[in-house]
């Protein structure tokens, strides 16, 4: 590995989850390119990072040869629906979806490391045959999964030593119940474990904005489409549930999904203490002393971006855009911790 700068490259780059982590622990890294196909994220990452080596905007039309070898290779990739036949044709049982350019690039560039990231439901997906797909392909011909030699089923794998896990960012000291898949590679073969779950000290109420505009808080209208009762006075919500009462409470500093009206459609509506989920529309409300979404700067919040990089791309984005890359973005912390046992 190169001891003196990390040659890093990242896909699906977002807001740069990855170059602010490696910026936190203090690695001196190179960035040797970055690629964004959204032009409002790129335009985030440009105020708040410095410019890389090179920035592609399409992984699908880059030549990869074009790149020098990295020492670490990130990409949050998007999950496309598989279409699985049966037929087993290794790289082209997921020709047609971003997966497949991840594997093309890794298989021509040769990254010393990487870290891939997706949701949890990656291994559900078809029964869980779109992740073997995955793991097969990453580890075959010579590689192992979670410390393990396997069966090769393709005999185009690309032969890298990968270990698996699913982790939650309220474990790692943000308060927002996020899981998604970390999918870490190493070229040559070395023991890995993925960090230890942490106590969660920050809740939800502590990331809050003392202050905030008034379009932020939820109309009469919004609130009674979910809300079975609610008392001002003590902050404290009775909202419709799936639940065998019918409802959930939720008290200062909870917060509430309020994007289905239905009790019959929604269950575990409530996070007590912590965010749910961010997504790219911000769907939850908190409770304070009135009903109120969360804001822009809430959401860079619990995806452990600091303040100052919120400010640099709330100076070229709207907060439709801000919310949008909040709910898109790997966790900082989750990353960090990851990276520190990496490297």
């Known amino acids: 590995m190169n001891k003196t700068r990390l040659k890093v490259g990242t896909d699906f780059s977002g807001i740069g989850a990855p170059e ?83 594997a093309e690039f890794i298989r021509i560039n040769q990254p010393k490391m990487f870290i891939l990231e997706n949701v949890k439901g990656l291994l559900s997906h078809d029964n869980g045959r779109t992740y073997q797909t995955i793991t097969d392909i990453l580890t075959n011909c010579g590689g192992t999964l979670n410390g393990q030699m396997s069966l090769d089923v393709f005999d185009d794998g690309l032969g890298y030593h990968v270990y698996a896990q699913v982790l939650n960012t309220k474990d790692y000291g943000v308060p927002q119940n996020r899981e998604r898949i970390f999918i870490v590679g190493f070229k040559e073969f070395r023991s890995f474990k993925f960090p230890k779950i942490e106590p969660l000290r920050l809740r939800l109420k502590d990331v809050l904005q003392t202050e905030c505009d008034e379009k932020y808080y939820l109309s009469d209208s919004v609130i009674e489409r979910f809300v079975l009762e609610w008392d001002s006075g003590q902050s404290k919500v009775k909202i419709k549930s799936n639940t065998l009462s019918g409802y959930e409470i939720a008290e200062y500093g909870d917060s509430i999904n309020y994007t289905y009206a239905d009790s019959k459609t929604r269950r575990g509506r409530v996070g007590k203490g912590v965010a749910q989920t961010l997504d790219t529309g911000c769907t939850q409300a908190i409770v304070q002393s009135k009903i109120r979404r969360l804001t822009p700067l809430e959401c860079w919040r619990l995806q452990a971006f600091p303040d100052d990089a919120f400010f640099k791309a709330q100076e070229v984005c709207s907060d439709t855009q801000l919310y949008k890359q909040a709910g898109n973005s790997i966790s900082v912390n989750v990353l960090e911790r990851i990276l520190n046992k990496m490297i």
């Open 20 to 102: 602010m982590a490696l910026n936190n622990l203090g690695i001196d890294y190179e960035q040797v390119f970055s690629c964004e196909i959204d032009k409002y994220a790129r335009d985030s990452y440009d105020a708040i990072h410095k410019a890389p080596g090179k920035f592609y905007i399409d992984i699908t039309k880059r030549n990869h040869k074009d790149v020098e070898q990295l020492d670490l290779y990130v990409a949050g990739f998007p999950c496309q629906p598989f279409s699985n036949n049966g037929q087993r044709k290794g790289f082209d049982d997921v020709r047609g979806t971003l997966f497949f350019d991840v």
